[in-house]
């Protein structure tokens, strides 16, 4: 039914990670039709909002630890299998689903709920997009997305992009809805704090080579000692054996502990947001908390040490004016963001950012208003792509119509607490594997 003054909006958010999770449910806040809400991103804020988490079971799935970091809050929160979240979705009532996962795991939930909810009139809206810079993987990961409702796009460059390529294979582009960051928000900077404070914010997945790690955190180190009358972070993303998006196989936490910092360096934890309230320079290889900063006007350096390379991602900053070397930077560098380039990237800081959902929650309004809804219809099927489209769903134990394979986790019951303590017992030997083992092998690999 269209959200009214009575009825609270009720909205699924699924998410395979904690950046995920923090899009997805910031999202659903900002995206949710009716009476304006606050600029700064508290899901929750939105009057009459119901939310509803579920945290899809892999090996990114968020500790407490990390959801609560996130600052987040549901009206509940529960972990599932796909196939768990699907049976969900056919008992369960919602307006607007919010599909907060890697492409795979979008086009896979496309094709379980399109055939959950065949026949169903009323169906809810689905939403997809992308937590923060696309700067790989673009077709492949759009294609995986197409058949939502609305396709979000973070800046209107990404919009561009995103209709450009589905107007390219002949796809119907009309779900891709330009928006923004929903995290961005913050006071604007003011001026130096006392003690100046710089912040390197690092990424799990770049570098991903225990050369350049050490070659970054022993130039930091060096700012700190070249600088003692400044206080240097290292703003972690998560603690040894936690995971995020990506995989992290070197934690910057080990490769410290042999570089014996100056006491005006340390670690630091915590919702970015807080970071950025007392940072007077942004270091970073290209994590999107160099948009959060930027939007804030805080000083921002994207490295170019390591060169300008796709395989980084900070190929995405060409022409914004942030790039610099620790060389630049430990001279007294500050650069000076190109104010086209952050206005096409949707974190410009001139009022513009208030209204950005503004054109997704008038879509979601008509699509809501409506006396039916069309069936999900996502660009790829066993048609236009029976060679790639059954592992995908396959790997989420989906067949190629949707329907759970046979030997698929039972979704009919919660987990018993043997099953419970086998999982945490599974993830922790995974993730022991990836941080432990992994490196060995591939150095014994190279002897």
Known sequence: MPPSTTK????????????????GALTADRIAPGPSMEAGPRAGAQVGLALDGYLLRGRATPTARQLEEVGVRANSLREVTAVEFLHAMAEKSYDIVVLALVGGG????????????KGVE?????VTGYVGVVYEK???????????DLVLANSRQDAERFTAVYEGVGADASSVTEVALPFLGGAGYEGEHNPYTVVF???????????DRTYLLERLVKHARLHPEREVLLKLRSKPGEHTTHIEELPYQKLIQRLDPPANF??????????LDRTDLLVTISSTAALESLHRRIPTVILSDLGVRE??????FVGSGCLASWDQLDAGHRPVPDEEWVARQGVAADGTYEHAFDAARERIAKLLAASERPPLTPYYTPVTAPGYLPGILAGHHLGPDGTPLPGAPAHDKEPGP??????????????????????????????
């Open 8 to 23: 609270s909006l009720r909205i699924a958010v699924l998410a395979d990670s904690d950046t995920r999770w923090k899009w």
């Open 106 to 117: 979008v086009q896979a939930m496309l094709h379980g709920l399109a055939r959950v909810w």
């Open 122 to 126: 009323k169906r809810p809206v689905v």
């Open 138 to 148: 673009l077709a492949d990961g759009l294609l995986l997305r197409h058949g939502a």
């Open 201 to 211: 914010a690092v990424q799990p997945s770049v570098p991903d080579n225990r050369r």
């Open 266 to 275: 340390r670690l630091v934890y915590g919702n970015m947001g807080e970071v």
């Open 311 to 316: 395989v980084l991602g900070n190929h995405h």
């Open 418 to 447: 043997v099953r419970q303590i086998v999982r945490r017992a599974a993830r922790g030997a995974y993730r022991h594997g990836v941080q432990r083992v992994a490196p060995v092998i591939r150095r014994m690999g190279e002897l």
